[in-house]
Structures are given as C-alpha cells and as structure tokens.
C-alpha cells in the first residue's frame, strides 16, 4: 500500500540554525500538507500546497517557514532560523482532493535546542 | 472558521468493555468529519470518515461513528476494545464548500485499555 515518507524521524539542531524537513507524498495525489504538533498539544495546520503554489497557510507560517516541491516527489519544509517553540512533531499528509482524505506520514522530531 | 471540541482528555476503560470517545464540531459551513488515531512514537492513520450519505460510518478496526447534524456531533464508538486499542485519537472536520481545505483537529483523547 502507498504511503507517505518523511525524513529525517528525529532532528536536533541549534536555535538560530535552518533545517529542511523532508516529505515524498503518494505518487499520484495533487494537495500536499505540513502539521505540526508540539509536544502535549493538538495538531496544528501549518501550510496547504496545490500546483507549485501554496494554497492556504495559518498565521504560525510565517516568513521563517517556506514549502518547496523541488522535483517530482520532494516536498520539503524550511525553516530558515530555528527558535525553541519551533520543537515539535511535524507531519507531511498528502491527497488526491481538495477537502478529501488526508494520508498522514510518520513524522519528524524536530528539537530545538 | 471551524473549531473542534473532543471533551474527554483521557478515557480510561477495561478489555472487552464499551467505549465512546465524543467529539463536538463548530462550523458555519458544511463539513467533512475525521477520526484518526496515533499510536505511540507512530503518525496519524485515518480510522474512519464522513463525506456525505449514511450518517452511521463504519471504520477499521470495529470503530463506527455517527454524524448528528442537530447536536453537531461525531462519536466514536467500539462495542468491545482490546488491549492493542490503546492510543489517542483525534477528530477533525474539513470545509465540504470548497475554500480551505484543511483539517482542524480537537486536543484528542487518549483511550488506555486496561486487562
């Protein structure tokens, strides 16, 4: 079964440092979503991405975040200088309609230190 | 805007017991309603959805939710849990109306099944 994958499971870097988060959504689906839950709290919607643009984000993506889909199957998430509430569990989700299911990928860690 | 309402934080319950896990919805638009459930150390997996049609849905392993328009409402029930049924589980709602498409989850609540 097709699935979503994201690398790497767990990052650690330093505040103020840029780290890309890395995603390969199902092959065929067209939307492309980053979440991100910090630790104890809910899932948050950080940023929608349809045709090469982004199509919806909430007001947590700010200018320290950007989403790229620099080739047929990445789909990464920047975060340009890393601040300590930036530590969170981020997902990557993908699907083939707009409002439709949303497949969820594993997650990455990442640790702001 | 929609926002997502699951009132119990923890569900504590015994093997082979009855469980539901409630989740209410706000919204001024019509909706998609979700369940998924994360295990732990694992990601989000879709255990049920509501589209449109029947409201009773019937998901992976022996869950069903019923979608009550009235009450605004969308619970998640298994009429006997197992030990592996331990995991917290979120629901989330979708504009049907086309806009945004994203999903806007509840705290989630966490089902520990005890022996």
């Known amino acids: 079964e097709p699935e979503v994958t994201q690398t790497p499971s767990h990052q650690v870097t330093q505040m103020g440092q840029e780290v890309i988060l890395r995603c390969v959504p199902i092959?065929?689906?067209?939307?492309f979503y980053w979440y991100r839950q910090i630790l104890g709290q809910k899932v948050e919607f950080l940023v929608s991405?349809?045709?090469?643009?982004?199509?919806?984000k909430s007001e947590i993506f700010d200018d320290q975040f950007s989403v790229e889909r620099p080739d047929g199957s990445n789909f990464t998430l920047k975060i340009r200088s890393t601040k300590l509430e930036d530590s969170a569990m981020y997902f990557c989700?993908?699907?083939?309609?707009?409002?439709?299911?949303?497949?969820f990928g594993p997650g990455t860690r990442l640790t702001v230190t | 805007a929609q926002s997502v309402t699951q009132l119990d934080s923890q569900v504590p319950v015994f093997e082979e017991a009855p469980v539901e896990l409630r989740c209410n919805y706000s919204?001024?638009?019509?909706?998609?309603l979700f369940w998924y459930v994360q295990y732990p150390n694992q990601g989000l997996q879709l255990l049920l959805k509501?589209?449109?049609?029947?409201?009773l849905v019937k998901g992976i392993n022996g869950f069903e939710a019923e979608f009550n328009k009235s009450q605004t409402s969308f619970h998640l029930r298994k009429p006997s849990v197992h030990i592996s049924d331990t995991a917290e589980y979120f629901c989330?709602?979708?504009?049907?109306?086309?806009?945004?498409?994203?999903?806007?989850f509840g705290k989630g609540t966490k089902l520990t099944v005890n022996p």
């Open positions: 989330a709602v979708s504009s049907s109306q086309g806009g945004s498409e994203k999903l806007v």
């Open positions: 919204s001024s638009v019509s909706v998609y």
């Open positions: 989700a993908s699907s083939t309609d707009r409002g439709g299911e949303q497949y």
């Open positions: 509501y589209l449109s049609g029947s409201t």
């Open positions: 092959s065929n689906h067209l939307y």
């Open positions: 991405f349809y045709n090469n643009e982004i199509s919806e």
